[in-house]
């Protein structure tokens, strides 16, 4: 027999025979009134399960996870204020009732309802996926996450104490606001929850602002292994820089009560907090699961007797503040009702077309004040003795460098953050003398965790600021690459534009490094940002564009709200020479700060009409020294540096390569999921007469020593490649 079914004739009896689970008696600190609304609040939360499985065994709604077993969360959001943010676990439909009460003017049944019928109607996602979430309620949605959203959760968190001393724009989060984030006892062993937990007390015990509460909704089980009895309090009550605070989750009196505790320790100290609750599941994990497939009977029927609802009316009663056979009329009635508006909200239009599903995967674009530069004092103090050296060609690293002071003097929202970027200035110092120019607040060393750097540029960029992160290695990005993927990319898309989170990562990557650090350091594959819908992925090859082109990225970010993934040639940091030694072909003078590269502008460099090299970073560094023995053999060559690898710049390339009359990509990524695959599909179906080769690196990892460029294209390569293609004549 269904659970839910079960579970629902339990309480109708149970209620009219005042039959009840033992408890405690009711803790002081609720009203009346306040403690029938929570109930409320859990009665429409178990209504809405209901109806939701109804719903899907109708064809009328889609995946379902039921919050049953849960509902005390009603009573954790009425301990919190709605402006405080909130990143909620699976299970919260409670909490979101219950905050929409403290926000007048909300129908939440509705809304819910057409989340769950994936109306396009729904206000939170538009139809994009069944998810607990509100802008007005500041609850940024959430899909089936298992803890990757802790470590924005952190970043927020940290958005609240960075907002005093530097206050941005466009701040979303009021100045004395907390931030919390729920997830359940299997989730806190995901390796993304212990590294939040983790830079949460790092954090903490440096005396820096981190108002941060952590709730953990323990009913024992994740799916179907059992987490281990007292492992989530032994685990975690004594975690450093974090207060540890404990409550039965089945009762909304002593809930409310200790969730208000942890709550002002957060608000008042600043610092982060451990709730661990106490809960039960009911029905399964989620949709058709039946749990009775992998426990015993005899513990389903136990948690099923332990319903929370039951302990609520059982507490009402002995409160004075509801009687059974009105609790019971309550439940009744809400029941009803909910099936009511169910049926309605099924008839409400979806979404049908492509583009109408893919609309919010650009966020909006927004107001910005206008920025007139930093003044020349400002530049002056800033700069100190690297002012006199503007006029001299420099190397890239040294470009970027004055970029990101030029940014951040413009912009003092602007955060840079990572590893070592502080008092070191990065691997390859890029970010040397920032912290000294800018202070630690505004150029941040982080612990050693990728998750954590992407979490606080995530949730940085929730509260107004533009994050600006460095990831040292294109490598280290695979320990962390699901902040990009299933949070900051997915953020607009399913909150149909509402939510952002804007960011400029710096990623050093690429190869061509001499004797360094095998495939850790010299990583030359895209693909795993390539397929992200909605990145942006910009690489540049000189000093010059490098700082015009990231100042359009913080443009991008700050402007368009857009999440921009900024790659470094790590090899092209220090390069100086093109041909020969000491020739300085590949250094570049610092562009004045009004010049920018505009998304989607590629690089031409040339006339000829032979030939024409597509190519990128490295890449355009190779081509550049192979054309004096192209030129020399008679093939009249241009050549195209595209800058922006995504989204692929096809009109600029259609323009670029117009009238040439052979195709070669560079493509210094490995042949398998290369930039190359896509630009021999475009320039195929663009171009099917132009004759079209590419030269690549080959599927193999890059090793240390002599042979480091072995597998990766070479200008001996490209020539050979060029010569055969077009036959080595003008």
Not at 562 to 572: G, H, N, S, T
């Amino acid at each position: 027999m269904d659970r839910a079914q079960i579970v629902h004739e339990n309480f109708l009896t149970r209620v009219a025979n005042r039959d009840f689970p033992d408890g405690a008696k009711p803790r002081q600190g609720l009203s009346n009134t306040d403690a029938v609304s929570l109930f409320r609040s859990q009665i429409l939360s178990r209504a809405l399960d209901r109806t939701s499985r109804a719903m899907q065994k109708a064809g009328q709604g889609f995946y379902t996870i039921g919050s049953s077993g849960h509902e005390g969360m009603a009573a954790v959001a009425h301990a919190l204020r709605p402006t405080d943010i909130a990143f909620l676990h699976y299970r919260d439909a409670a909490f979101q009732i219950a905050r929409a009460e403290q926000v007048p003017g909300h129908q939440i049944a509705w809304d819910m309802l057409l989340s769950f019928a994936c109306s396009k109607e729904d206000p939170t996602s538009g139809g994009r996926h069944k998810v607990l979430g509100s802008k007005a309620l500041t609850i940024p949605p959430q899909t089936s996450t298992i803890a990757s959203h802790l470590p924005k959760a952190v970043g927020a968190a940290y958005s609240l104490g960075a907002a005093r001393r530097h206050d941005p724009e466009h701040r979303e989060l009021p100045l004395d606001g907390i931030a919390m984030c729920s997830f359940g006892d299997a989730s806190a062993n995901h390796s993304t929850a212990q590294g939040a937990i983790n830079t949460a007390g790092w954090t903490s015990v440096q005396s820096t602002p981190l108002p941060l509460l952590f709730v953990c909704e323990d009913n024992g089980i994740g799916i179907s292994v059992k987490t281990p009895k007292g492992w989530i309090q032994a685990s975690m009550e004594h975690r450093p820089g974090i207060k540890y605070f404990q409550a039965n989750g089945l009762d909304i009196y002593e809930t409310f009560a200790v969730a208000q505790d942890a709550a002002e320790y957060v608000r008042t100290r600043r610092k982060p907090a451990f709730l661990h609750l106490k809960t039960v599941r009911l029905y399964g994990h989620a949709g058709a699961d039946v749990p009775t497939t992998y426990l015993p009977k005899s513990e389903v029927e136990a948690d099923e007797a332990n319903d929370p609802l039951l302990h609520s009316v059982r507490l009402l009663e002995q409160a004075g503040a509801l009687a059974p056979e009105q609790a019971l009329k309550i439940y009744e009635d809400t029941c009803a009702r909910t099936d009511r508006i169910a049926a309605e909200a099924a008839t409400r239009p979806h979404l049908t077309t492509a583009s109408e599903v893919m609309a919010s995967l650009i966020p909006p674009k927004r107001a910005c004040k206008p920025t007139n530069g930093p003044s020349a004092e400002a530049r002056a103090k800033a700069f100190g003795g690297d002012t006199r050296a503007m006029d001299d060609p420099q190397p890239m690293s040294r470009l970027i460098n004055w970029a990101l002071t030029d940014l951040m003097l413009e912009h003092g929202e602007a955060v840079c953050m990572g590893e070592d970027v502080g008092r070191k200035g990065g691997v390859y110092g890029v970010t040397q003398k920032l912290q000294q120019r800018f202070g630690p607040d505004r150029v941040i060393d982080t612990l050693l965790d990728e998750q954590s750097i992407l979490g606080l540029a995530i949730g940085m960029g929730h509260n107004g600021f533009i994050p600006i992160p460095e990831i040292q290695f294109l490598a280290y990005l695979h320990n962390a690459e699901d902040q990009i993927r299933g949070e900051a990319a997915t953020l607009p898309f399913f909150s149909n534009g509402q939510f952002t989170n804007p960011m400029v990562l710096r990623i050093a990557g690429l190869g061509y490094q001499k004797g360094f650090g095998g495939h850790f350091h010299n990583d030359n594959s895209l693909a795993v940002l390539r397929d992200i819908p909605g990145v942006i992925i910009a690489c540049p090859s000189t000093g010059a564009d490098a700082a015009k082109m990231l100042r359009e990225c913080v443009r991008l970010a700050r402007e368009e709200q857009r999440v921009v993934v900024f790659l470094e040639p790590i090899a092209l940091y220090p390069m100086r020479d093109l041909h020969d030694a000491q020739d300085a072909g590949w250094m570049t003078t610092y562009p004045s700060p009004d010049q920018s590269i505009a998304l989607g502008e590629v690089g031409v460099h040339g006339e000829g009409k032979d030939l024409a090299i597509v190519t990128y970073g490295n890449g355009h560094y190779l081509s550049k020294q192979a054309l004096p023995e192209l030129e020399a053999a008679g093939v009249k060559t241009r050549i195209i540096d595209m800058r922006w690898l995504a989204p692929l710049p096809v009109e600029a390339l259609r323009q670029a390569t117009k009238g040439c009359k052979h195709v070669l990509i560079v493509d210094e990524c490995r042949r398998t999921g290369s930039q190359s695959e896509a630009l021999m599909t475009f320039f195929t179906e663009n171009s099917p007469t132009t004759p079209t080769a590419r030269v690549v690196a080959e599927d193999c990892f890059i090793a240390t020593g002599p042979a480091y460029a072995a597998p990766l294209p070479s200008k001996d390569g490209i020539v050979a490649a060029a010569l055969k293609l077009t036959g080595g004549r003008s």
